[in-house]
């Protein structure tokens, strides 16, 4: 699976899908690492007045290139963004899902 994810990656980021970062550990540890990043995802969640949507940014960062944890930090090298790593949403053996903020 991590095999197939960096092939995933590599075609995305040459296809400029995918961004080259820095993963920023609590310890200042930097590590170079690629990221998909995605702007205002939409999810619905239920209240009583019905569904409500809640727009946040997400990022996926593959587990063979760093081991994300919350209050990381991760830097997109083109755009100088740092996005702080705030909740894991899904993962796998091979990648994870996280909200951000910016940091």
Same mark, same amino acid.
Request: charged share 25%.
């Given at each position: 699976?991590? &095999?197939?994810?960096?092939?995933?990656? *590599?075609?995305?980021?040459?296809?400029?899908?995918?961004?080259? =970062?820095?993963?920023?550990?609590?310890?200042?540890?930097? %590590?170079?690492? %690629?990221?998909?990043?995605? *702007?205002?995802?939409?999810?619905?969640?239920?209240?009583? =007045?019905?569904? @409500?949507?809640? %727009?946040?940014?997400?990022? %996926?960062?593959?587990?063979?290139? @760093?081991?994300?944890?919350?209050?990381?930090?991760? &830097?997109?090298?083109?755009?100088? &963004?740092?996005?702080?790593?705030?909740?894991?949403?899904?993962?796998?053996?091979? =990648?994870?899902?996280? *909200?951000?903020?910016? =940091?």
């Amino acid at each position: 699976m991590q &095999r197939f994810d960096a092939l995933a990656f *590599e075609a995305f980021s040459a296809a400029g899908v995918a961004d080259a =970062a820095h993963f920023i550990a609590s310890d200042g540890t930097e %590590t170079p690492c %690629t990221a998909l990043v995605d *702007e205002s995802v939409q999810q619905f969640g239920d209240v009583d =007045a019905g569904p @409500v949507p809640v %727009t946040f940014d997400r990022i %996926t960062l593959q587990l063979s290139e @760093v081991t994300p944890r919350v209050g990381a930090v991760v &830097r997109i090298e083109g755009s100088g &963004r740092r996005l702080k790593l705030v909740q894991k949403l899904r993962g796998d053996a091979s =990648a994870e899902q996280w *909200e951000v903020s910016n =940091a």
